[in-house]
């Protein structure tokens, strides 16, 4: 890069969250012609899609423009970063999440923010060397942090917990360490950590009373999003996390695989909590018929739109709880891969007043077969629905043909 451009950059790093000082680079390249007009353009591009939804129809002239400059400059783009970190991703036209180890962030980390405003950070090796790490100033700069599948055990969430420099984090992803209750109690301990909107915890050793920890945390009213999959958080804890005060503005929440369908000691925290989440997977719970209906215990409509109760052994029964549950009467995506459904169930979920509103159902991996799916085409159940996942076996050629015609893959 030129440089009459290092104003603009230092502009760009000094307010990295801020898309003005970007466009205004993006027209002094303009200017400059020749060469940069390509990163001028990738800029504007990517500002774009950041602004879109993942469905928003404008997306796909922006992806195939990003994809054409991606592969005729992306190599030159990525030049000041070789030796320094591993794996990069360019965000809002700039590096902005890179993978690197310890020991060449400690040694360069001044290069590597000089060289971008790199805004996430995917820490490899850190294991002996978090006292350094938390120490590091330069952590001051992120806004998201992942420490993955490296077994540190409860130190590192004490290490993060006490650390003053990630008090500007937004997005924190601890998966894979090893992490106990003790770990989660350290974590909603932290007045560092109030910025945090997305929580990754997932397949850690958290209980219940890990999950009463991040429940009652005073520091947390800010998580959008929390990721608990695989831990044996068991209905009580997932009942704590998702009915809690504290966690005003959470809105997805991961508990596959956490033990929800577990036999209740215990009366529900509210009725329906679980389904005061907008966006909430149940995979992997070992629900059966009896645990969904207590599930789906609720007065009225629940604020749920989009759940996946995938893998979970509901059948006729389980479907027909579904179908009689005044509390979905929102949702817009359901997810039944591999629930053990017959004709007979599919026809109760696709029938059911309650779930008229769907936009999405898969109903993949089920022993169901073409009585059950034919209904589908007549766009009679439900009116509204747009996407629809069918069984890899047991229908005819005809019908999945027409199927995939009428609702895509």
């Known amino acids: 890069m030129q440089t009459d451009a290092e104003p603009f950059l230092q502009r760009i790093r000094a307010f990295p969250d801020d898309d003005g000082p970007r466009l205004v680079f993006a027209d002094w390249l303009e200017e400059q012609g020749g060469p940069a007009l390509a990163r001028a353009a990738f800029i504007r591009v990517q500002l774009a899609l950041a602004t879109l939804s993942e469905t928003d129809p404008a997306r796909a002239d922006l992806v195939a423009a990003e994809r054409v400059l991606c592969d005729a400059h992306e190599e030159a783009w990525r030049a000041p970063f070789r030796g320094l970190c591993s794996a990069l991703e360019f965000r809002r036209g700039f590096v902005d999440a890179v993978r690197i180890g310890a020991v060449p962030f400690l040694r360069h980390a001044h290069e590597l923010f000089a060289a971008a405003p790199v805004r996430h950070l995917d820490l490899m090796d850190a294991g002996p060397h978090l006292a350094a790490l938390t120490a590091s100033p330069y952590l001051g700069r992120l ?206 979920v696709a029938s059911s007043p309650h779930l008229a509103g769907l936009r999405s159902l898969d109903l993949g991996n089920n022993p169901a077969g073409d009585a059950a799916f034919e209904p589908f085409l007549d766009g009679v159940r439900p009116r509204g629905l747009r996407r629809l996942g069918v069984p890899a076996i047991g229908l005819s050629p005809a019908l999945r043909r027409a199927l995939h015609q009428k609702y895509g893959g």
């Open 143 to 348: 806004a998201g942090l992942t420490v993955e599948a490296q077994h540190l055990r409860d130190p590192l969430a004490r290490a993060v917990a006490r650390c003053p420099h990630l008090a500007g984090l937004r997005a924190l992803d601890l998966r894979k360490n090893r992490l106990t209750d003790a770990a989660a109690s350290a974590l909603a301990g932290s007045p560092h950590l109030s910025g945090l909107e997305s929580l990754i915890l997932s397949e850690n050793e958290l209980t219940e009373s890990g999950a009463r920890a991040l429940a009652g945390s005073p520091h947390l009213g800010a998580l959008r999003r929390l990721d608990l999959r695989q831990n044996p958080v068991g209905p009580a804890g997932a009942d704590a996390v998702a009915a809690s005060e504290r966690l005003p503005r959470l809105e997805w929440l991961n508990l596959s695989g956490c033990g929800v369908g577990a036999p209740r000691g215990h009366a529900p925290a509210r009725a329906g909590a679980l389904l005061r989440v907008s966006e909430l997977d149940l995979t992997h719970n070992g629900l059966g018929p009896a645990a969904l209906k207590a599930l789906l215990a609720a007065d009225g409509p629940a604020a749920v739109r989009e759940l996946d109760l995938s893998h979970n052994d509901l059948g006729e029964a389980g479907a027909r709880v579904l179908a009689a549950a005044p509390a979905l009467a929102g949702l817009r995506g359901l997810k039944l891969s591999g629930c053990g459904l017959t004709n007979a169930a599919v026809t109760a």
